[in-house]
């Protein structure tokens, strides 16, 4: 790893530290003027509404921290893996504050020019995060995959060898959990002892959980098209943004289907060994989803619409 990637890195925790400090005025120090934020379902927020935003959740999460769990740097690139905790004391979504403390991972990647952040992804698992306030909806259905139009960033920098090795190594993981169902292949891409982070926790453990997360799938949702919006490598890590584009063809979350197309966003880091995936750690926008499966779609967040009169549950 070069200079360039160290001084990013020091960046960027200079960055969460100034978060930590709840400044938010000197935490959008660190971006260049037209830095912009790729947004939970692809929407590119320019970085005065990415404040608001960021203003918004910190009043209602006022004593939030992040703890860095993972980071790697790239070029220009830096992904970061980290946790979330933080009291609910402000309105969040509609609902009023409940005095909980929440937590929930957060991965993020982050492209740094010049000493500033000119953009960045992330994804937060809501989901979990929304549990932990009030009664999680129902979740009926799952992810099926039928179409893989994975495109990749240019990979001109850092180690391109390594880095397509272990690239084409999560192609075919994909493809196999998300595409033949062919779960004999997964025992070739991940080893014997591999680890799931951010498996559910009725789930068996490692390889075998795999098999039976996806092996369950229904045909809530069919997917028609993945994107990889960055890939950094470091050392031993792959982290990837990925933008998934859906169809609602079955009933999800107490929603029949609709026939409707819409994207999420997720994060997924994996950690190699010996040319395998040792570890995974993946978060998915699926709180987002209800909103995006309304009748009249929202920005707020998914769970905004389950909340409301008369909403499934």
């Known amino acids: 790893m070069g200079s360039t990637e160290q001084a990013n890195k020091e960046l960027v925790r200079q960055l969460i530290d100034t978060w ?5 005025e000197g935490m959008t120090r660190f ?6 934020h790729h947004g939970r379902d692809g929407q590119q927020v320019p970085a005065a509404e990415t404040a608001a935003e960021m203003g ?15 980071m790697v740097a790239e070029g220009e690139m830096v992904a970061t893996r980290l946790g979330v905790e933080a009291t609910h ?22 492209r740094v020019v010049d000493g500033k952040v000119v953009e960045h992804w992330g994804v937060a698992d809501g989901l979990y995060l929304l549990e932990q306030l009030g009664p ?9 995959m039928t179409q893989d139009d994975t495109t990749t960033p240019d990979e001109s920098s850092g180690a391109p060898s390594r880095k397509s090795a ?18 004999s292949a997964v025992r070739k891409v991940l080893t014997p002892d591999f680890v799931d982070h951010f498996a559910p926790p009725w789930d068996p453990p490692g390889r075998e959980g795999v098999a039976h997360r996806f092996g369950q799938a229904a045909d809530a949702l069919t997917t028609r098209r993945v994107e990889v919006l ?27 289907p609709t026939g409707r197309t819409f994207a999420i966003g997720g994060s997924n880091t994996f950690r190699f060994r010996a040319g395998r995936i040792a570890e995974h750690w993946g978060v998915f926008d ?3 989803i209800p909103d995006l499966l309304a009748p009249a779609p929202g920005r707020e967040g998914g769970w905004a619409s389950m909340w409301r009169p008369g909403a499934p549950r």
Request: glycine share 10%.
């Open 136 to 144: 999680p909806p129902d979740v009926a259905g799952g992810l099926t």
């Open 89 to 110: 004391k402000g309105e969040y979504l509609g609902l009023p504050p409940t005095g909980r403390t929440v937590r929930c991972p957060l991965l993020g990647q982050l």
């Open 31 to 36: 971006w260049a003027p037209d830095m912009v």
């Open 286 to 288: 699926v709180a987002k």
């Open 56 to 70: 918004r959740f910190m009043q209602a999460f006022p004593d939030l921290r992040f703890t860095v769990h993972g």
């Open 20 to 24: 930590n400090r709840g400044d938010l």
């Open 230 to 256: 960055t890939s950094v490598c470091e050392g031993d890590v792959l982290a990837q943004a990925i933008l998934l584009h859906f169809e609602h063809t079955g009933e999800f979350m107490g929603l029949p």
């Open 166 to 183: 272990y690239e084409e190594t999560v192609r075919e993981f994909r493809k196999a959990v998300l595409f033949t169902r062919d779960f």
